[in-house]
């Protein structure tokens, strides 16, 4: 029955700290996710033909900090414009309005202020470009939320590590106090501290799997059901975080009950026969 009880309080713990783990790496992932979504315009002045055009966007590509370029020419941007505005423009302005342009996708780790204003530089430093345009006031929104997201994690997981240790050590002494003669006979005997703890270390990695085990299927089975309501959560919730928050889980759970029994049996080990009965 303790062992149970011992399971199930440790397995609502590790689910909250689950939750912080696998939180904190979406996150992470949702942050890379929109940076790299985030695009840089170029857009070339009136006398950049195609071809020149295409030149400098052959060489945009080969930068490390590029992922994706899509070209846009004038004749793709006029049927673009038409199909938007219902009309072609060059019909009564006798001459294609528009110029060539690009939009440029960025790496995530390349996606803020001072990493856009060199980049921006380098780009206008091209023959023909005429204008580097793009979302500053969301890439820095971007990149203010995530450091404020990170640091709410990181003090949620302290609570939620300090709070857990203290929940489970507290039902790990019950039962540990259940057998503190058993634990002062083998010490009276000559048994050596390590062999005292053993059985009780063993019996905690167990109890940790098993919790660990119990909070990773109920946590499977929250983003199922998150994938079933929105598919696409898939595209930040990769298998990679899952796997990392199943494995954190299991190994908090091994961690924080063997620390607790081994403190807990120390505790015993330490103290005089003669308060035995007294605590």
């Known amino acids: 029955m303790q ?12 689910i909250l700290l689950g939750l912080v783990v696998l939180i904190g790496l979406t996150a992470q992932n ?53 199909k938007a505005l219902g009309t072609d423009p060059s019909e009564f302005l006798g001459v294609n309005p528009f110029v060539p342009s690009a939009e440029i996708h960025l790496r995530a780790s390349c996606a803020n202020s001072d990493s856009l204003k060199w980049i921006g530089k380098q780009i206008r430093a091209y023959d023909r ?13 971007v990149n203010s939320n995530l450091q404020k997201v990170s640091l709410v994690m990181i003090v949620l997981a302290v609570l939620l590590t300090v709070v857990s240790f203290s929940l489970i050590n507290n039902t790990v002494r019950l039962g540990i106090f259940a057998r503190r003669f058993s634990i002062n006979t083998m010490k009276l005997v000559g048994a050596s501290w390590s062999f005292i703890r053993k059985p009780f270390i063993s019996m905690a990695v167990v109890e940790g799997l098993l919790a660990g085990i119990i909070a990773d299927a109920v946590l499977a089975g929250c983003v199922y059901a998150l994938f079933s309501y929105e598919p696409g959560t898939m595209t930040v919730v ?42």
């Open 3 to 14: 062992v149970v009880t011992l399971c199930i309080s440790t397995s609502l713990v590790l």
């Open 30 to 82: 949702l942050s890379e996710y929109v940076k790299e979504n985030l695009t840089i315009t170029v857009m070339f002045d009136d006398t950049a033909t195609d071809r020149e055009a295409a030149v400098v966007c052959r060489k945009l590509q080969t930068k490390p900090y590029v992922t994706h370029l899509e070209y846009i020419s004038r004749e793709q941007a006029l049927k673009e414009q038409t």
């Open 129 to 141: 470009v005429a204008e580097v345009s793009y979302q500053k006031d969301l890439m820095e929104s």
């Open 238 to 279: 990769t298998w990679e975080v899952l796997a990392i928050t199943g494995g954190a889980v299991l190994l908090f759970g091994v961690l924080i009950s063997t620390a607790c029994v081994y403190f807990s049996v120390n505790h015993y080990l330490t103290m005089p026969a003669k308060r035995l009965y007294k605590v």
